[in-house]
């Protein structure tokens, strides 16, 4: 019986034994590549990666922006006012 992938009594490829004349390429494709080659695609998947982004609407960035600011200021009142009392019981306990 097989499936999509072949069959489990006949598997699709044949294991080949590596030829000893041969050396084996370190690397893969990558390998042959210089350096400016080596630049080239990592461009080339930086540009596919940002293709894959779904970037936010102009209203969903403003909200999210609006949200953070308002975040940090409250988590800059809430350090402030802790700072605060720590300064006041330290100098109450060392005078």
């Given at each position: 019986?097989?499936?999509?992938?072949?069959?489990?009594?006949?598997?699709?490829?044949?294991?080949?034994?590596?030829?000893?004349?041969?050396?084996?390429?370190?690397?893969?494709?990558?390998?042959?590549?210089?350096?400016?080659?080596?630049?080239?695609?990592?461009?080339?998947?930086?540009?596919?990666?940002?293709?894959?982004?779904?970037?936010?609407?102009?209203?969903?960035?403003?909200?999210?922006?609006?949200?953070?600011?308002?975040?940090?200021?409250?988590?800059?009142?809430?350090?402030?006012?802790i700072d605060y009392g720590f300064n006041q019981a330290v100098k109450y306990v060392f005078g």
């Open positions: 019986m097989t499936d999509a992938v072949g069959s489990i009594d006949m598997p699709d490829a044949q294991d080949e034994a590596p030829d000893s004349k041969k050396k084996a390429r370190k690397g893969g494709k990558r390998g042959k590549k210089g350096p400016f080659g080596r630049l080239a695609l990592f461009y080339r998947q930086i540009v596919a990666e940002l293709r894959k982004v779904v970037w936010p609407t102009r209203s969903q960035l403003t909200t999210y922006t609006t949200v953070v600011i308002v975040f940090v200021v409250i988590m800059i009142g809430l350090v402030t006012v």
